[in-house]
């Protein structure tokens, strides 16, 4: 096994060991041990006679098989889990005394779940949705489950409409349509009568929504907890995850092709990319606030629909996240993982953002029904690496044999133990925050403004995105049946900005409102000034924000992204192995596709093997496309109507293309013939990611600059391209 495909071992993996259950060279047995010699006939009288009740082999086999499915979660069903370390790369004891953040000696073990939210364990990995980034750290302390999202903002500030929320995105209760889908009309009326969902919305119509690989998106506490030090001072924070491969997204129509021909896209991704040893990275932001800045913004840090731009506050980068062994068991691991967002060590504590506070009551109770009971922290997987010692006891599926008489406290038969910690042998203090307050069921009136941050991400984008975003409205307000909701959209989105409102008017054949048509605050109180809950960004403040847009992110390298090589018989197999090489040397990885398996035999006589054919693989599962000459190849991929439907899906979906010189006849079978580079003197010629070329060398160096863009957004003005 090479170097870096070493499986990853740390303390965590260690303590998995005990219960990894390997039947290799073993017999049959039951549960209870007893060796089966036939597991395959029941028992029966006679030959042809019935089966018998005391067969206790088939009912233990057939019970435990109906039994073998949990509830799966309510919201984020469909996931994918790694194994891996996070390190700090700095001692940040000034701001927390959570030991996992001051000791970059320290190396944590981590468990990770990514997910999507609407649709069901078995829907696709690429519906349009927020995706779940949930963090378990088996701290010396204790676990920290960070259990954040790849938007930085929610849907509703108060955990009191998540309900409505969750029931409004999933599928309608009448007829259970449509799976894993925003696009219809129960989401849109929640959402057109929640105007504090406008921030959130915007992101869930960008590209965000439909990343090209789990490995490829941020990640985001969302809310804002406190950092708590030694001495008890307390800063606010911000956690963030930056990948290092930069952000990166799919085209819509690339999205809903995958999801009909690989559902499992981001679960394969990450699953090969870790058996390649690609280890998937990111790096742990923290974006501070001192207490005593807690009210120097517009907005309110409490308020889950803000996000603190970068400009306001920078990021600061305190650790690595790497993922570096996959599970051995998807039930076991992956399903059986029960995060919780009051799962916190002592320096990590919780601000009063109210939909955090409601969370903090959910997800325990969540696990209760869907691992069946209290004990779901036995649960392998689940286990703290530090010790665990306590008076309860008892319950379903209990594991631990607690011994001794005493389950109570104080106690003087046990002489007290297990002893409470107390402040000085570092145990969890909630920060003293002082409150006096009456009780009311109100919301805060600094959460009042809904429209400032919307209008900042949407001005924030670049054209590319600010168009998909609007194809994003357009298509599930398309799909909306019900006419007063998509007026109610319109005005909404009257409020973010009047071109975008107006594009998608056009597209549902409707107008925008001249005037405001309903009430955009709900909790807009009767005496305020509507201006300024229409308020747009305000002056003298922020317009845009760099962070914001996918198309500032990290372009500088090819690592890990997916090349195919279209050839056939005759290919010029000496430029097919230079390119492939040179791509090889970046850390891409490169697939030959022919019309079939096997092999095929380049022009001298090379054979070269075949990794995918036309018929097995598509376009969409590729970053890029290189079609290499040779004279018999060239002219069977020409008539080869999957090959050429192949490249005109890569065009659409901007893809950098790359072809021999003597190739050309393929590209000029597609429907981009007329945007190829103009042929010049110059051996190779290159426009808008497509280059051409006869030295290899220079060939594979200038398409290797292209895949590292990833896409060429500006390709699809004027959008003439049929796939
Ligand atoms: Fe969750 N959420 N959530 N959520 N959430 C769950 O817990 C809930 C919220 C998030 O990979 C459930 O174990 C409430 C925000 C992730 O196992 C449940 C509210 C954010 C995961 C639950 C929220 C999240 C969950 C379902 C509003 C981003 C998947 C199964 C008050 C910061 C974790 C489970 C995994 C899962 C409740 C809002 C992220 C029902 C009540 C905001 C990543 O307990």
């Not at 999205?255 to 690989?262: E, L, R, T």
């Not at 010029?572 to 891409?588: F, H, M, P, Q, Y």
Request: hydrophobic share 40%; glycine share 6%.
């Amino acid at each position: 096994m090479p170097d870096k495909k070493k499986q990853q071992e740390n303390k965590k993996t260690d303590s998995l060991k005990q219960h990894i259950e390997d039947s290799q060279g073993q017999f049959l047995t039951t549960n209870q041990g007893v060796r089966v010699n036939d597991d395959q006939n029941s028992l029966k009288a006679g030959e042809r006679g019935p089966s018998l009740l005391e067969d206790f082999i088939l009912r233990e086999k057939i019970t435990h098989f109906d039994h073998e499915r949990i509830p799966e979660r309510v919201v984020h069903a469909r996931g994918s889990a790694a194994h891996g370390v996070f390190r700090a790369t700095e001692d940040l004891s000034d701001l927390t005394k959570a030991n996992f953040l001051t000791d970059p000696s320290a190396e944590t073990p981590v468990f990770v779940r990514f997910s999507t939210v609407a649709g069901s364990r078995g829907s696709t990995d690429l519906a349009r949705d927020v995706r779940g980034f949930a963090v378990k750290f088996y701290t010396r302390e204790g676990n920290f489950d960070l259990v954040g999202n790849n938007m930085p903002v929610f849907f509703i500030q108060d955990a009191m409409k998540f309900p409505d929320l969750v029931h409004a995105v999933k599928p309608e209760p009448h007829n259970e349509i449509p799976q894993a889908a925003s696009a219809h009309d129960t989401f849109w009326d929640f959402i057109s009568n929640t105007p504090e969902s406008a921030h959130m919305v915007m992101w869930l119509m960008s590209d965000r929504a439909i990343p090209r690989s789990y490995r490829m998106m941020e990640g985001f506490g969302v809310h804002t907890f406190r950092l708590v030090n030694a001495e008890g001072r307390s800063s606010f924070v911000k956690f963030h995850w930056k990948p290092l491969l930069g952000v990166h997204s799919v085209a819509w129509d690339e999205a809903q092709n995958i999801s009909g021909k690989d559902p499992d896209f981001h679960r394969r991704d990450l699953w090969e990319a870790i058996e390649n040893g690609d280890f998937p990275q990111w790096q742990l932001g923290l974006q501070i606030v001192p207490e005593e800045d807690e009210h120097k913004f517009e907005f309110d840090l409490l308020d889950p629909t803000k996000l603190i731009p970068e400009e306001l506050v920078p990021v600061r980068i305190v650790g690595t996240l790497t993922l570096n062994r996959n599970p051995d068991n998807f039930f076991a691991e992956t399903e059986q993982v029960a995060f919780h967002i009051g799962h916190v060590v002592p320096g990590i504590d919780f601000s009063n953002d109210p939909l955090l506070q409601g969370r903090l009551f959910s997800y325990t109770d969540t696990q209760l029904l869907r691992l069946g009971g209290p004990n779901f922290h036995e649960i392998p997987i689940n286990r703290p690496l530090a010790e665990v010692h306590n008076n309860q006891r008892d319950g379903l599926m209990r594991q631990t044999i607690n011994r001794g008489k005493t389950a109570h406290s104080p106690n003087t038969m046990a002489s007290g133990c297990p002893f409470q910690a107390g402040t000085m042998k570092g145990g969890f203090t909630s920060f003293p925050e002082k409150i006096d307050a009456q009780k009311i069921r109100e919301r805060s009136k600094s959460f009042f403004d809904h429209f400032s941050q919307a209008k900042l991400f949407f001005n924030s984008q670049s054209e590319p995105e600010k168009n998909h975003l609007t194809d994003a409205l357009c298509f599930e307000l398309g799909k909306v049946e019900t006419i007063a909701v998509r007026e109610r959209m319109l005005n909404f989105l009257l409020q973010i900005d009047e071109s975008l409102a107006a594009a998608v008017a056009y597209k549902l054949g409707m107008h925008i409102p001249k005037e405001l048509t309903t009430q955009l605050n709900q909790t807009m109180p009767a005496d305020a000034d509507p201006e300024k809950y229409r308020s747009i960004v305000k002056e003298g403040s922020l317009t845009k924000s760099k962070a914001l847009s996918m198309a500032n992110t990290v372009k500088d390298s090819i690592a890990t992204r997916k090349i195919a090589i279209l050839a056939a018989d005759g290919v010029n197999a000496d430029n097919l192995l230079a390119v492939k090489d040179a791509i090889a040397a970046e850390g891409a990885l490169c697939d030959v596709i022919a019309p079939r398996l096997g092999f095929i035999s380049g022009e001298n006589d090379t054979d070269i093997p075949v990794d995918k054919s036309l018929l097995t693989t598509a376009s969409v599962f590729y970053d890029a496309v290189y079609v290499p000459g040779g004279t018999n190849s060239v002219a069977t991929l020409e008539a080869d109507a999957d090959a050429i439907h192949f490249l005109n899906e890569a065009f659409k979906h901007c893809k950098a293309i790359a072809a021999d010189d003597d190739a050309l006849q393929v590209l000029e079978a597609t429907y981009f013939a007329r945007k190829l580079p103009e042929d010049n003197d110059d051996d190779t010629v290159s426009a808008e990611g497509i280059i051409i070329g006869i030295d290899p060398e220079e060939l594979g160096r200038q398409f290797i600059d292209a895949i590292r863009q990833h896409r060429f957004w500006d390709r699809e003005v004027p959008r003439k391209v049929p796939a």
